[in-house]
């Protein structure tokens, strides 16, 4: 077996190990909004997790990059709200379009042949398409910082206040979402995604 110290690692390395073990990753795909510009900025981001039911959190860490914030985590910071959105494998091609880097007055959508459609409580609109969504807001924001009190990643708490499921996803009468239905991807490591392969049960032990 392999043993690496971290602190003998490069940055490249870290990242190399780490999103090539933790895997598959969901992605968060994120609509939000630059309002001085009026753009909707989307992008997707793999660092995605949930942090809570009691209060229905869910958590978000975006990486900058030479220690700028990405237009989303700006524009979460500005705004306070958010839509993030579940990949299903069609929306594929049209979710990588919305990784381009580009400048914050300009909208990755307009790369792709996606609509929007207004929110229920956010302002932020959401992606059409997509078959679930859930309208955020900011509840945290805790900047991750390195020794010199440099901001690495900015982690972001938010806090769902509206859930939209699609009924081709969703079993009414048990309140499941439908996985196989649904498709969702995961990111793995590179270029390379996931989709759902066999699925299996587990009973958990009672006591």
């Given at each position: 077996?392999?043993h690496f110290k971290t602190s003998e690692l490069s940055t490249k390395q870290q990242y190399k190990f780490l999103t090539?073990?933790?895997?598959?990753?969901?992605?968060?795909?994120?609509?939000?909004?630059?309002?001085?510009?009026?753009?909707?900025?989307?992008?997707?981001?793999?660092?995605?997790?949930?942090?809570?039911?009691?209060?229905?959190?869910?958590?978000?860490?975006?990486?900058?990059?030479?220690?700028?914030?990405?237009?989303?985590?700006?524009?979460?910071?500005?705004?306070?709200?958010?839509?993030?959105?579940?990949?299903?494998?069609?929306?594929?091609?049209?979710?990588?379009?919305?990784?381009?880097?580009?400048?914050?007055?300009?909208?990755?959508?307009?790369?792709?042949?996606?609509?929007?459609?207004?929110?229920?409580?956010?302002?932020?609109?959401?992606?059409?398409?997509?078959?679930?969504?859930?309208?955020?807001?900011?509840?945290?924001?805790?900047?991750?910082k390195n020794e010199a009190g440099e901001i690495l990643t900015d982690h972001f708490l938010l806090k769902v206040t509206?859930?939209?499921?699609?009924?081709?996803?969703?079993?009414?009468?048990?309140?499941?979402?439908?996985?196989?239905?649904?498709?969702?991807?995961?990111?793995?490591?590179?270029?390379?995604?996931?989709?759902?392969?066999?699925?299996?049960?587990?009973?958990?032990?009672?006591?």
């Amino acid at each position: 077996m392999y043993h690496f110290k971290t602190s003998e690692l490069s940055t490249k390395q870290q990242y190399k190990f780490l999103t090539g073990s933790i895997i598959p990753r969901p992605i968060a795909w994120i609509t939000s909004l630059n309002k001085e510009a009026n753009v909707v900025n989307a992008a997707p981001f793999s660092f995605f997790s949930v942090a809570s039911n009691q209060i229905p959190l869910l958590t978000v860490s975006i990486l900058r990059t030479d220690g700028k914030a990405k237009d989303t985590a700006t524009n979460i910071l500005d705004q306070k709200e958010a839509v993030v959105h579940i990949v299903s494998r069609n929306l594929t091609e049209a979710m990588n379009e919305t990784s381009a880097p580009l400048d914050s007055n300009e909208s990755e959508l307009d790369r792709t042949d996606l609509s929007l459609v207004d929110s229920s409580t956010v302002t932020v609109p959401g992606i059409k398409e997509a078959l679930i969504r859930f309208e955020t807001t900011l509840y945290q924001h805790i900047p991750i910082k390195n020794e010199a009190g440099e901001i690495l990643t900015d982690h972001f708490l938010l806090k769902v206040t509206d859930v939209h499921i699609d009924s081709s996803v969703y079993d009414p009468e048990k309140e499941y979402i439908l996985p196989e239905e649904l498709e969702p991807i995961a990111r793995l490591t590179g270029n390379a995604y996931s989709e759902i392969g066999s699925i299996f049960s587990v009973t958990r032990p009672l006591n």
